[in-house]
Structures are given as structure tokens and as C-alpha cells.
């Protein structure tokens, strides 16, 4: 396989299955997605190991959005986890916990992933590397539970980029249990989400 045919199983393909079996393919581009197969999360609201929630997380995005990079991110979105994994946090919380994740993902995208796929000749500009360290990095930031805060938390940031971060919040959080925690936060998303739409649509007519 090679990387645009990688793309295009990642853009295209709904069916998490297809996609696991060709996980030995995908690791010849991301040889660190390995540490994430078979993966055991030991946490109340992941159903899936960290491979397979990663790839929930795929298949729950739109088909469409412009940017390979938003794909590529939801693949190793928590590539980091292993690194900061805490067991036994709290009688409150049992189970592991992955404080820093996200932060620790887009140092690792940043440190191996990136310069291994450049060595690979696979075609990632400047700006194309800034995208994926972006979504991965603040995949898990505490924006907020309702649309006005989610809102609020991206006022200081390129709209179309944030847009891409919240399509990512949305399908990550379908790859966890139904929760009421994920389920509010996904209403919130998508309220954000039809608002940044309803005014685009509105600017496009007054053009």
C-alpha cells in the first residue's frame, strides 16, 4: 500500500474491520501505531482497545472534510497514552487514567511520527504538519459542555480549523461508551458546529 492508497482507506473506508486488517500495511508508514494494538485501556468508558478506538474514531468522521491531515490525526489521535498511563488513580476512579495524553500524542507525532513519514518520502509541508500537531494536541482540551463555551474556546483560532478539531471532538467521543458526559458533549459539538454552518451560509449570500 502505498501512502495515497493509505489516504484513501483512511477518507474513505466506514468499516473498522477492513481497516484493522491491514494494520501491518498502515504500521509500514506509522510503525509507532504498533504499541496501540491490542491495547487494553482499562477504563469504564473505552469498550474498544486503543487501536480499535482510534479507529472508531476514524470511521465516526465526516467523508468529506478537505484535509487528510484531520484522518490521519483521528489514527493516532491517542498515541500517547501508553506513555502517561496511571493505574489505580483514585478509589473515585478506578481503572487507568491518561492525564497529558494528548499532549504527549502530539510530541510523539511531532518527535518520530513526522520525521519517519518525511523519510518515507510521503509529501507532509509545513503547514500540513502544523494541522496534525494541532489536532492532536488539543483533542482533549476542557472546552467546555455547552455550545457557548465550545464556542468561546475557539474565538482566538482559525474557524476552519477549529471546526476540523470539533468534527474530531464529536467522533471521538462516539467511540467512547455512551456515557451521559460524551453524549452532552457531542449535542454541544454538533450546536457549534450548525451555528459556524447557518453563518457561513449567511456570509456566502451577502457576497
Known sequence: ??????????????????????????????????????????????????????????????????????????????????????????????????????????QIIREQVIPGMLARNVPLDAAAQARLIYYAGHHDDHIGMDADAILAAGKDTDPALYRNLLYLEIADSIAHAPVPLMLKRIDACKEVLSFYAEASSIESMKQ
Open 1 to 106: 500500500m502505498d501512502y495515497p492508497a493509505l489516504m484513501t482507506l483512511l477518507r474513505t473506508e466506514t468499516a473498522v474491520e477492513k481497516i484493522d486488517s491491514r494494520r501491518e500495511e498502515i504500521a509500514q508508514w506509522i510503525p509507532e501505531c504498533r504499541i496501540m494494538f491490542d491495547y487494553d485501556q482499562q477504563h469504564p468508558h473505552h469498550p474498544y482497545d486503543l487501536w480499535m478506538h482510534c479507529l472508531h474514531t476514524l470511521v465516526a468522521l465526516p467523508r468529506d472534510i478537505d484535509d487528510d491531515m484531520l484522518y490521519l490525526t483521528a489514527l493516532v489521535h491517542d498515541i500517547g497514552k501508553p506513555a502517561v498511563r496511571q493505574d489505580d488513580f483514585s478509589p473515585e476512579h478506578p481503572g487507568s487514567m491518561y492525564h497529558g495524553h494528548a499532549a504527549k500524542s502530539a
